[in-house]
């Protein structure tokens, strides 16, 4: 076995069993907090918990302050404590522990808890998936990806009836993993047409307290080869934010005209592109190039996704930078779900050149792939791993890749989340640092999203005058 399959595998194993949690109706695992029968078995029907326009003090949070450095290098990541007033969905107010806060206030104890950014999966498909029922294993593929297109023809209309309950459990599960920002793939084909998406639409409706989103609308069987392009501009009129693609050259058998009629659709709705992107070598790239041109001919700048880009694992030295500076320059961004297979993405040189990148889980269980558990932040430790961002600065950077470029400390170790102002979208962890969180995986014990308690539990205290405690 390869040292990368070997990781691979290990961090799969590792991002399950690192987080406490129960065992749904498939017998996969889930988090304890995304269950709502175990939270009511532990909080009771009744117990108090933040909500939507709540005002609350969250007492006794650990928040990242600073780096400490021993000759030069960064070797610990420096805590505080406080005490933080949340008003609808906004921080007012962050305190020192000592401080005294008002009586009659609802209260509840973090109890020294890291506080972090909540995390945001960038491609995952909520709309197709076994999760929630009886196990499947992934289909057999022999002739790639024109098998599963085929086996999808029937797949999706034995899923469709119960497609809205599926992704309602799908949001629970990365929901319980601190993911608070969705951006959704929904299948726009002549199988379902515009079906998926209505349930998906309801679906994320019953959730709208609790998780944002965007949906990209997907042409999973060709944009021109399933003549799916008058059923996207349909999708468009119902909630659709990003226009979809997929392989032009591959599956699609037109390079140039795929990618047009995706980029004139992006521009008569005023919407953006999120292309799935698995073609390697030659055609990948030309592909890659070839939107390049056309984002910047149709202005838009700023509103590109490429999901995958495995093809720019191939560029030669000094092109990989070249194509890097391109993709900043207009930013385009990459989705990329770190894959471990024979070509590793360059996603640190990417980085470098200032290439907006993201992560996201894409397959959750499915006729793709059974490997995804929901954890965006295992994502971030699978490429800190990889890439060797194994020192406390690295793995705190790393941080990042699962936030959308949030990170309690800058560069330079200056604090600059979370400040008043913010949203109070956040998840709190028993860890010390952002480090030991990438690194160890911890329960995610609450997740905020706009102040609202989305999954996980707080301790409801009295309010009262804190005592003078130093910690």
């Avoid at 890291?114 to 593929?141: C, E, N, Q, V």
């Avoid at 080869?225 to 990003?242: C, P, Y």
């Avoid at 932040?377 to 790393?398: F, T």
């Amino acid at each position: 076995m390869s040292r990368r399959k070997f990781i691979g595998n290990v961090c799969k194993i590792g991002g399950a069993s690192a987080v406490l949690g129960v065992t749904d109706t498939m017998g996969l695992f889930m988090p304890e907090t995304a269950s709502a029968d175990a939270e009511k078995k532990k909080t009771g029907n009744n117990a108090k918990k933040p909500g939507k326009n709540s005002s609350y003090m969250l007492l006794n949070v650990r928040l990242e302050s600073g780096y400490k450095y021993e000759g030069g290098e960064v070797v610990a990541t420096e805590t505080v404590w406080r005490n933080i007033h949340i008003v609808k969905g906004i921080i007012t107010n962050i305190l020192d522990t000592k401080s005294p806060y008002g009586q009659g206030i609802d209260c509840y104890d973090a109890k020294g808890m890291l506080l972090l950014p909540s995390f945001r999966d960038m491609h995952i498909h909520l709309d197709k998936t076994f999760y929630g029922g009886p196990w499947r294993a992934a289909a057999t593929r022999k002739n790639g990806i024109f098998d599963m297109i085929d086996l999808e023809q029937s797949l999706l209309l034995e899923l469709l009836p119960t497609a809205q309950e599926r992704a309602e459990k799908l949001i629970e599960l990365i929901l319980g993993y601190g993911s608070t920002y969705v951006r959704s793939h929904c299948n726009i084909d002549p199988v379902v047409g515009l079906k998926n998406l209505e349930k998906l639409n309801r679906a994320l409706e019953n959730y709208s307290d609790k998780i944002s989103h965007e949906i990209v609308g997907f042409p999973q069987h060709g944009l021109l080869r399933s003549n799916a392009e008058g059923l996207i501009r349909d999708a468009m009129h119902l909630g659709v934010t990003h226009v979809g693609g997929l392989d032009p050259t591959k599956v699609d058998g037109d390079m140039e005209k795929s990618l047009q009629t995706m980029v004139q659709i992006a521009v008569d709705y005023k919407a953006g592109i999120d292309i799935h992107l698995h073609e390697g070598g030659e055609t990948g790239i030309k592909a890659i190039s070839r939107l390049a041109d056309l984002t910047e001919e149709a202005g838009l700048q700023g509103k590109v996704t490429i999901s995958h880009a495995f093809s720019l694992a191939s560029l030669a030295d000094g092109a990989d930078i070249e194509m890097a500076n391109r993709l900043a320059s207009l930013g385009i961004s990459i989705a990329s779900t770190v894959p471990m297979g024979k070509d590793v993405m360059p996603i640190p040189l990417l980085q470098k050149q200032k290439v907006n990148v993201m992560l996201g889980n894409d397959s959750i269980t499915d006729h793709w792939s059974p490997f995804g558990i929901g954890d965006t932040l295992q994502k971030a430790h699978l490429a800190a791993d990889l890439y060797g961002w194994s020192n406390e600065y690295d793995l705190s950077r790393s941080l990042s890749l699962a936030t959308g470029g949030i990170t309690p400390l800058n560069e330079s170790g200056k604090q600059i989340w979370p400040k008043v102002g913010d949203a109070a979208t956040a998840i709190l962890v028993p860890a010390s640092c952002s480090a030991e969180a990438v690194a160890r995986l911890p329960k995610r014990a609450a997740v905020l999203h706009k102040g609202t308690l989305s999954s996980g539990s707080l301790d409801s205290v009295k309010s009262k005058t804190p005592k003078f405690t130093i910690h």
